[in-house]
C-alpha cells in the first residue's frame, strides 16, 4: 500500500428513490479510499429538496449500506466531529455562506416572478437560444436590493457568474476541461424559501467538512463550472473531483434508465441493492461486481473481497468510459463468494433462506448438504430449489418424470421395484456401499446405470437435477429413501396405461 494522506471523503445521497447499484458503487469507492489511506468515510444526507425527499429511501440506503458492509465514520445517525451531517439540518449554514457571497459581490438576489421567468422562457425557445436567465435583477444597486429582502420581498440568490473569460475545471480522470463564463447562467444558489441548492449546500458542506475527493455521477460535469466558481469566489482550496463513469443498460447501448430498470425488475434482475439482497446474493458477490463496474486492478484479477480491494483500490485505475450492467457477472462473482464462505458460515447464511421457503431445518442434516451444494450456488435463493428435499417430509415428483429415458412405465417401475429391493437388503448406506450393488443391478435389467439413476433420482429428491446421487441417499438414509420408491411406484402404476410421455 502507498503511503498516501488520509483521505476524507463524502458519500452524499439524495433520498428520492431506492438505493442502486450506481448509488452503492459511489459509496463503495469512498470507503475504499478512505480506508485505504486511514482516513473517513462521511455520510451525508442531502435531503434539501423536500418534494422529492423520500424518509422510506433512507431507511433502505441505510440497511443496504450496512449489508453491504459499508460503514461510514460519522453521519446522521452517529454524529461526528462536523455535525450535522443532514443537510435540511444546516440551512443557517448555507444561507451564512450566501450571505457572504452577497457582500463579496459574486451573489445578488433575483426578485423576478415565476412568472416573468416563465415568459423569458417561452420567449427564448422561440428564438431558439438555451433558456437562461436574463440577468435582470444582476444591476440593482446592492443597497436596495437589501432594502428589497429586509422588506420581505420573494426573492431567490443567484450567483454572479463572470460575463467574460472562462473556467477551467480538473476533473481527475478526465483532465482540464475549459468552458466560456458566457455559456453559463446566474444559476440559483437559495431559492425562494430559503433553502439552499446543491450548487451552494454541497460545497459548502466539502469545504466545512474538510473533504479531499469528490466522488460522484458523470451528470454532475455539466454542473462543475458552477462548483468550481462557488469554491474559488471563497478562495477555498479544491477536492480532487472525480466524476465517475455512468451505467449502460444490459444490452450496452443506451444509459441506464428508470424506466428500463423498472423493466428489468418485472423480468427478474434488479439494479436496486434491497432486490438483490431478496434475490439471494450476497455482498461479498455484490461487492466485486460492482466494483469491476469502473475500475481494474490489472486485466487478469478478478477475485476480490472488501479487505483485498482496501489493499489494492487506486484511483488511478478508475475508467471514465461507461460500463454495462452484466447481471451473468453478478452470479459469476456471487458464486465464487459463496464457494469462499466456510462451511459453518454458509450454513448460517442460507438457514433463513430455506425457512422463508417454508423448510424446517435440522442443523446435522444441513451440515452435511453444505458440501453437495456449495459448489453449485450462485445465490443462496437457489439453495432450497436444489436441495429443498433434504429437509422435505415429501417430495412431489412429476409421475412422467418417473419414466426412465427410453423406457416404458411398466419398465420404470420394475427398475423401481428392484433396486428397492436391493436397497432394503444393504446394511451400510454409503456412496461406495451404494454404487456397485446398484450399476450392476442396472446391467442385470440391461439398462444404462444413467436410466436408473435417472429413475431413482427424480424418485429420490423429486427433481431431474439433484446435487450428488449416492451422497444425496446417504443423507437422507435408508428408511425414507426406500418411503419415496415406494411412493414413486405407486405414482408410476397410476399412471400406467396413459401414454408414455418421457
Ligand atoms: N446528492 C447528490 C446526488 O445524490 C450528490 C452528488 C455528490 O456526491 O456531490 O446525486
Redesign the pocket.
Known amino acids: 500500500m502507498t503511503k498516501q494522506k488520509p483521505a476524507r471523503v ?5 433520498p428520492t428513490g431506492m438505493t442502486h447499484l450506481g ?1 452503492a458503487r ?1 459509496a463503495l469507492y469512498n470507503y475504499l479510499l478512505a480506508h485505504q489511506t486511514n482516513g473517513q468515510f462521511i455520510l451525508r444526507i ?1 435531503d434539501t429538496d423536500r418534494k422529492r425527499y423520500n424518509p422510506e429511501s433512507e431507511i433502505d440506503l441505510i440497511s443496504s449500506l450496512k449489508w453491504l458492509g459499508l460503514n461510514w465514520d460519522e453521519g446522521p445517525d452517529i454524529g461526528g466531529p462536523y455535525a450535522p451531517y443532514r443537510q435540511s439540518e444546516r440551512k443557517d449554514i448555507y444561507q451564512s455562506y450566501a450571505q457572504k457571497l452577497i457582500d463579496m459581490g459574486y451573489a445578488y438576489p433575483c426578485f423576478c416572478t415565476q412568472n416573468r421567468l416563465n415568459e423569458l422562457r417561452k420567449e427564448q425557445q422561440k428564438r431558439k437560444v438555451n433558456p437562461k436567465y436574463d440577468r435582470k435583477c444582476r444591476d440593482i444597486p446592492p443597497l436596495e436590493a437589501a432594502k428589497r429582502v429586509a422588506n420581505g420581498e420573494s426573492h431567490v440568490i443567484r450567483f454572479k457568474t463572470p460575463l467574460t473569460g472562462s473556467i477551467t475545471v480538473h476533473d481527475y480522470l478526465r483532465g482540464d476541461i475549459t468552458v466560456n463564463n458566457k455559456q453559463l447562467d446566474d444559476f440559483i444558489i437559495v431559492k425562494s424559501d430559503g433553502l439552499a441548492l ?1 450548487h451552494l449546500a ?1 460545497m459548502v458542506d466539502d469545504h466545512l467538512m474538510g473533504i479531499t475527493h ?4 458523470e ?2 460535469l455539466s454542473t462543475f463550472p458552477f462548483h468550481a466558481h462557488i469554491y474559488r469566489a471563497f478562495g477555498w482550496e479544491e477536492p480532487v473531483w472525480i466524476h465517475l463513469s455512468v451505467f449502460l443498460n444490459p444490452t450496452g447501448k443506451g444509459k441506464m434508465s428508470k424506466r428500463f430498470a423498472q423493466q428489468m425488475r418485472l423480468k427478474g434482475n434488479s439494479i436496486f441493492i434491497k432486490d438483490i439482497r431478496k434475490m439471494g446474493y450476497i455482498p461479498e458477490g455484490v461487492i466485486n461486481w460492482i466494483v469491476l463496474m469502473g475500475w481494474s486492478f490489472d486485466d487478469k484479477t478478478e477475485f476480490f473481497t472488501l479487505n483485498d480491494l482496501v489493499n489494492n483500490f487506486s484511483i488511478d485505475k478508475l475508467n471514465p468510459s461507461p460500463a454495462a450492467i452484466d447481471f451473468k457477472k453478478l452470479d459469476y462473482f456471487d458464486g465464487l463468494h459463496i464457494r469462499a464462505l466456510s462451511k459453518s458460515e454458509l450454513a448460517k447464511r442460507l438457514k433463513p433462506f430455506y425457512l422463508k421457503a417454508g423448510y424446517s431445518i435440522d442443523d446435522s442434516v444441513l451440515d452435511k448438504v453444505i458440501p453437495l451444494i456449495q459448489v453449485r450456488l450462485h445465490t443462496l435463493n437457489e439453495a432450497p430449489e436444489i436441495s429443498g428435499f433434504f429437509f422435505a417430509d415429501h417430495v412431489n415428483p412429476n409421475p412422467n418424470d418417473l419414466i426412465g429415458k427410453h423406457l416404458t412405465i411398466d419398465e420404470s417401475i420394475i427398475a423401481a421395484h428392484e433396486s428397492y429391493k436391493l436397497l432394503s437388503d444393504l446394511t451400510e448406506f454409503s456412496p461406495s456401499s451404494l454404487e456397485q450393488p446398484l450399476r450392476q443391478l442396472a446391467e442385470k435389467l440391461g439398462l444404462k446405470a444413467g436410466q436408473l439413476f435417472g429413475i431413482l433420482r427424480v424418485a429420490i429428491t423429486g427433481q431431474k437435477v439433484s446435487p450428488p446421487l449416492l451422497e444425496s441417499m446417504e443423507i437422507i438414509g435408508k428408511e425414507t429413501v426406500l418411503n419415496r420408491i415406494t411412493i414413486a411406484i405407486d405414482l408410476l402404476k397410476s399412471i400406467e396405461g396413459q401414454p408414455n410421455q418421457s
Open positions: 463524502r458519500f452524499a445521497p439524495s448509488s459511489t442531502e446543491y454541497a469528490v466522488f460522484r455521477g451528470e454532475w
